[in-house]
């Protein structure tokens, strides 16, 4: 096979490993720094860590944590991580216990940034992105005897 049929087969072959294969490739970042600096991660892929998240509503998923930021989105990419926060997550008095404690994985651009003003005065940072991995943590992911 040539260069050119090599390179294919190699791009093809990375972009079909699932995606905890490729987690070296997600840029680890707080969602203090992606509030301040929202735009220097913009159309990277990023991995915010230790959100709190909420199975608001039909089609809504809402994730904070540290600082005046949030991810909401629509639908959530690994159907078993969907499961999970829409059968454990479903009120505020659970989301804001350690088990709905998860990473999120995504890119955004900036029509996914907005923002509004929380408790009347502060400026709150929100990121829509398309599509999300939730990363569930791992006691979550063990078989209960």
Same mark, same amino acid.
């Given at each position: 096979?040539?260069? %050119?049929? +090599? #390179?294919?087969?190699?791009? @093809? !072959?990375? #972009?079909?490993?699932? %995606? =905890? #294969? +490729? #987690?070296?490739?997600? $840029? ?9 600096? &929202? $735009?220097?991660? +913009? /159309? $990277?892929? %990023?991995?915010? *860590? /230790? ?18 930021? !949030?991810?909401?989105? $629509?639908?959530?990419? /690994? ?11 479903? &009120? +505020? !008095?659970?989301?804001? =216990? =350690? *088990?709905?404690?998860? =990473?999120?994985? @995504?890119?955004?651009? !900036? ?15 929100? %990121?829509?992105?398309? *599509? ?8 979550? /992911?063990?078989?209960?005897?």
């Amino acid at each position: 096979m040539h260069k %050119i049929g +090599m #390179a294919a087969v190699a791009v @093809f !072959a990375w #972009a079909a490993q699932p %995606i =905890s #294969a +490729m #987690a070296d490739d997600w $840029k680890v970042v707080s969602l203090v720094d992606l509030t301040i600096g &929202t $735009k220097k991660y +913009m /159309n $990277k892929p %990023i991995e915010v *860590k /230790n959100l709190m998240c909420y199975y608001a509503d039909v089609d809504d998923y809402r994730c904070t944590g540290q600082g005046a930021g !949030a991810v909401f989105f $629509k639908s959530v990419e /690994n159907d078993d991580a969907r499961s999970f926060l829409e059968d454990n997550c479903d &009120t +505020m !008095a659970k989301a804001f =216990s =350690s *088990k709905c404690r998860v =990473s999120l994985r @995504f890119e955004f651009d !900036a029509d996914n940034v907005n923002q509004d003003i929380i408790s009347g005065y502060q400026q709150r940072t929100i %990121i829509n992105p398309d *599509k999300v991995t939730v990363v569930l943590p791992a006691a979550s /992911n063990r078989r209960r005897r």
